[in-house]
């Protein structure tokens, strides 16, 4: 089966710092991987995925993630964190199931605080 | 409706009660999905329906859970007996479909549990 490691539970961050959300997959065959990201009392937002093609990824608010296929990793980043960006982050892969049907296996979140 | 709408937004029940939950995916979605998530445990996947194929229960918990979808639209998960284990947030999620270049899901707000 499909799976992803979030091996940080909380990443802390002063704004206008670079940050890093880590996620590693554990996939047979191509992976397909994706962010989503949940604000307080919200329902998850997709925020970017890799199927195929750049290893670097642009996605929405300004975060990008690099697919590295030697160390299996999935790392999500933004060049400079904002306040606003302080929300919980979920890594997540598809799984293929069987014949069409698929649904995503995801991680178990990283809170990310952004402070002044 | 704009997005994926669940109701109720929270409902509080006593152990050993049934409940139902709600959920009016995206129009025109043929995908949709039903995930738990309980603190500090992630999003635990329970169900998925993809058109008229049959649905895939491979995620949920007990015999106790149970989820249709009627005329491919509105799904209710029914969780009979409840116990406290399963005070969670119920998040429901639709998507366009479920070929290899699909992947974005659109959650909604959820349904919060709280079994006493």
């Known amino acids: 089966a499909q799976s992803v490691a979030q091996p940080e539970d909380q990443v802390n961050v002063a704004e206008g710092n670079p940050l890093t959300v880590k996620c590693t997959y554990s996939?047979?065959?191509?992976?397909?991987l994706f962010w989503y990201v949940q604000y307080p009392n919200r329902g998850l937002q997709f925020l970017l995925k890799y199927i195929t093609g750049d290893n670097l990824v642009k996605g929405s608010y300004g975060f990008e993630a690099e697919f590295n296929k030697s160390q299996t990793s999935f790392h999500l980043k933004k060049p400079s964190a904002l306040v606003s960006d302080s929300a919980l982050y979920f890594c997540?892969?598809?799984?293929?199931?069987?014949?069409?049907?698929?649904?995503?296996?995801f991680g178990t979140g990283t809170r990310l605080q952004v402070t002044l | 409706g704009a997005g994926v709408s669940q109701s109720p937004s929270n409902k509080v029940t006593e152990k050993g009660k049934d409940v139902e939950l709600r959920c009016d995916p995206i129009?025109?979605?043929?995908?949709l999905y039903w995930y738990r998530q309980s603190l500090g445990q992630g999003l635990e996947f329970l169900i998925y329906f993809q058109g008229n194929s049959a649905p895939d229960k491979s995620g949920l918990p007990s015999d106790r859970f149970s989820a249709e979808r009627t005329g491919g639209s509105v799904s209710t998960l029914t969780i009979q007996r409840t116990q406290q284990e399963d005070s969670a947030v119920y998040l429901c999620?639709?998507?366009?479909?479920?070929?290899?270049?699909?992947?974005?899901?659109?959650f909604g707000e959820g349904s919060r549990l709280t079994v006493l």
């Open positions: 129009s025109g979605h043929t995908a």
């Open positions: 997540a892969v598809r799984d293929m199931g069987t014949g069409t049907a698929s649904k995503l296996t």
């Open positions: 996939v047979s065959g191509n992976p397909y």
């Open positions: 999620a639709s998507s366009l479909g479920s070929g290899l270049n699909t992947g974005e899901l659109f």
